[in-house]
């Protein structure tokens, strides 16, 4: 090849690449990369059903449902404290989260307050999805999730009260007791009964109960195998329904999931909603199967609660609920409508 005719070539060369650069200015800036992974800070133990039974699950579901565009990394230690979950999400910090509304100090999810009532169900699946229904739905949660994306809503197992000291025979027997709650309805619900209530997140636990800070917890029946609670506790009290429940979040950061596809934001809610609380409520009802086998071969007595007991949580939860209802009805809410349809849905009679 002459000088000339490679002059000429490369001149062609350059002069092509050219013409589709400036086709592409023309046309736009060029596509981000197809491939997008999103970190999820999660603080449960590693071995937790909620980290392997939901989170992991969940996480290869979205990476096949977005055929492997948008993939979800489970940190194996979390980036900060349990209670800060949810601004870590909403800040950026993260870029999915999961969490208890509880934990935080303010009334920002004053409606999701339904999925922590007394009386709600006697299993997680049902409740779950009548949480998803009622809150996500009926009471717009989506609303009190400011800067997030609000991809999931579950609650667990029936709430129990687990304590060493005395086995609660009425009413009277709560006084003075030190139990751990997860703050929210049910610290107030504890503290009306005359307990003197204590926040500390679940990985504490163990360490305050073993070393006489507190007399028991407040948990469903998994957490006694999770955290290995039993040769703390003496006493496993039931209620129908469960004492108490709490509210969970999934979330993502708002602007991480503004710059999906929409393509990818429909297959994500598709795996997301109903069906991550179905996932979740399944995970737990199995947990609480596995925690109940597993207590019945420790020393901690399991009953059931006796009918006066009942009745004064009762008569205390009525009018936490009656004081939720006023509160969002000036929001513009049928409270007390809501959760008449969320024990209808889950068969609770109340």
Do not use: C
Not at 40 to 56: A, E, Q
Not at 67 to 92: C, F, I, N, Q, S
Not at 244 to 257: D, E, G, P, R
Not at 338 to 346: E, G, I, K, Y
Request: charged share 20%; no cysteine.
């Amino acid at each position: 090849m002459t000088a000339t005719m490679f002059s000429r070539q490369t001149f062609i060369t350059l002069a092509s690449g050219a013409a589709l650069l400036l086709t592409g200015a023309l046309a736009g800036p060029l596509p981000a990369s197809a491939e997008t992974t999103l970190a999820l800070s999660s603080w449960l133990p590693p071995k937790h059903p909620v980290v392997t039974g939901v989170m992991r699950p969940w996480a290869k579901q979205v990476e096949e449902v977005t055929e492997g565009r948008v993939k979800v990394r489970v940190l194996a230690k979390p980036l900060g404290p349990p209670p800060a979950h949810y601004d870590m999400a909403k800040d950026g910090v993260a870029d999915i989260t999961y969490g208890l509304h509880s934990f935080t100090k303010d009334d920002r999810f004053l409606r999701s307050r339904i999925g922590q009532f007394s009386f709600l169900g006697d299993n997680a699946t049902d409740a779950s999805a009548a949480y998803w229904q009622i809150y996500g739905d009926t009471l717009k949660a989506q609303e009190e999730h400011q800067g997030v994306k609000l991809l999931g809503l579950f609650v667990h197992g029936p709430g129990m009260f687990h304590n060493n000291q005395r086995k609660i025979a009425a009413a009277a027997d709560f006084d003075g007791l030190k139990i751990r709650t997860p703050g929210g309805y049910v610290a107030g619900l504890a503290g009306d009964l005359g307990i003197t209530t204590q926040f500390m997140g679940p990985g504490q636990v163990f360490e305050k109960l073993s070393r006489g800070v507190i007399d028991g917890v407040t948990f469903p029946m998994e957490a006694l195998k999770a955290f290995k609670l039993t040769d703390h506790l003496k006493y496993s009290m039931r209620v129908p329904g469960g004492i108490y429940n709490t509210s969970w979040f999934l979330v993502m950061n708002q602007a991480k999931w503004d710059a999906l596809s929409d393509a990818d934001k429909a297959a994500i809610e598709g795996v997301s909603g109903s069906a991550f609380a179905a996932l979740a409520g399944g995970v737990w009802d199995k947990a609480d199967t596995s925690g109940a086998e597993f207590v019945a071969t420790t020393g901690v007595e399991v009953y059931d609660a006796p009918a006066e007991v009942i009745a004064a949580i009762k008569a205390v939860a009525e009018k936490r609920e009656g004081a939720w209802a006023e509160a969002v009805a000036a929001q513009g809410f049928d409270g007390k409508a809501a959760l008449t349809a969320f024990r209808s849905m889950t068969g609770v009679a109340y």
